[in-house]
Nanobody
Framework: QVQLVESGGGSVETGASLSLSCAVS????????MGWFRQAPGKEREFVASINWSGASTDYADSVKGRFTISRDNAKNTMYLQMSTLKPEDTAVYYCAVSLKYAGNYYTPRSLTEYAYWGQGTQVTVSS
């Protein structure tokens, strides 16, 4: 059984930084792309960032490009999201996910439907 567990969320002020982690257990995930999504109250879950199986290729939503950095450590079965210069509009529950689809070595999916497993989410609140 695959489990994804996010950690590192919290409440911070505008301009602060936070680092999220996503630990995967139950199977080796080093062959698969992974991603971060977020969902604010009353809004749909949206793409934040994704990373290919090796970490060589990444993709970001325009709203976080230049402020967030996605990375992974396959030896530790863990993915990370380093968030800096946080804004109130970054407030959301953040979810990590694993894609089981293979579409090339540099595959970095953006669509929710491309992901098979999800974590339970971690709350990030940014106050102004």
């Amino acid at each position: 059984q695959v489990q994804l567990v996010e950690s590192g969320g919290g409440s911070v002020e505008t301009g602060a930084s936070l680092s999220l982690s996503c630990a995967v257990s139950g199977r080796t995930f080093s062959s698969f792309a992974m991603g971060w999504f977020r969902q604010a109250p009353g809004k749909e879950r949206e793409f934040v960032a994704s990373i290919n199986w090796s970490g060589a290729s990444t993709d970001y939503a325009d709203s976080v490009k230049g402020r967030f950095t996605i990375s992974r450590d396959n030896a530790k079965n863990t993915m990370y999201l380093q968030m800096s210069t946080l804004k109130p509009e970054d407030t959301a529950v953040y979810y990590c996910a694993v894609s089981l689809k293979y579409a090339g070595n540099y595959y970095t999916p953006r669509s929710l439907t491309e992901y098979a497993y999800w974590g339970q989410g971690t709350q990030v609140t940014v106050s102004s």
